[in-house]
């Protein structure tokens, strides 16, 4: 699998055959000029994962591109499939299983919004969105969330041993002014079988 990152927590999947782009919001950029897209989803209503202004224009692009989204940001948008957890969905010619259900805690006093993660093409690749679901499936390749007002540095940890993938892509990194020094932890501290994988945005990488 070929995967672009458009920065913090949006990335491009493309199997040969199947082209899905996950969370393009308002922290990425690059995304707008993706083409030949099968689907894009959608993890949860937060503008970092979900930007409303640029989406239209981005499906406009995209004619074929399903639209799939958790029941939260369904509102937001026109003429979604809302994905429930337990689904497994049919893009192109490959699977997206709906897992998870619910954002990661911020705070007892910001009400919890639906999430839903994504696990693409059997485990090729899975995207937890705001959470730190671990899914019954093998996982090939994780993106790993780096930063977040919902997350420890050592959750995360505790999260890439649970999933124990062979590749972890770091992502949801814009939060933080040098996430150069979370991936020296995840580096120290990963499964020995693992490998830490951080992308150049916007380039075409082979995972």
């Known amino acids: 699998m070929r995967v672009v990152h458009f920065g913090h927590a949006c990335v491009l999947l493309d199997s040969g055959t199947t082209r ?17 897209l099968d689907a894009v989803l959608i993890t949860h209503q937060h503008y970092d994962h979900l930007d409303t202004e640029r989406l239209p224009a981005l499906l406009r692009a995209n004619p074929r591109a399903q639209l799939i989204v958790d029941e939260g940001s369904a509102p937001s948008v026109e003429n979604p499939t809302v994905a429930q957890p337990g689904e497994t969905l049919k893009v192109g010619d490959t699977t ?26 059997d485990g090729a690749f899975y995207h937890p969105g705001d959470s730190l679901f ?4 093998d996982v ?31 992502i949801h990194e814009k ?18 079988s693992t490998e830490i994988k951080p992308l150049t945005p916007g380039e075409v990488t082979a995972v």
Do not use: C, Q
Request: negative net charge; proline residues 10%.
């Open 140 to 170: 090939d390749v994780l993106g790993l969330p780096t930063g977040a007002p919902w997350m420890r540095l050592g959750e995360a940890v505790d999260f890439l041993r649970a999933v124990k993938p062979r590749t972890a892509v770091p």
């Open 134 to 137: 671990v899914p019954d499936e």
């Open 96 to 121: 997206v299983k709906v897992v998870g259900g619910r954002h990661a805690m911020i705070h007892e006093d910001i009400p919890i919004v639906p999430n839903t993660g994504y696990v693409v093409g």
């Open 20 to 36: 899905i782009l996950i969370d393009p919001g308002t922290f990425s950029s690059g995304f707008e000029d993706a083409k030949d």
């Open 175 to 192: 939060l933080l002014s040098m996430p150069e020094n979370a991936y020296r932890i995840f580096e120290m501290l990963k499964p020995e």
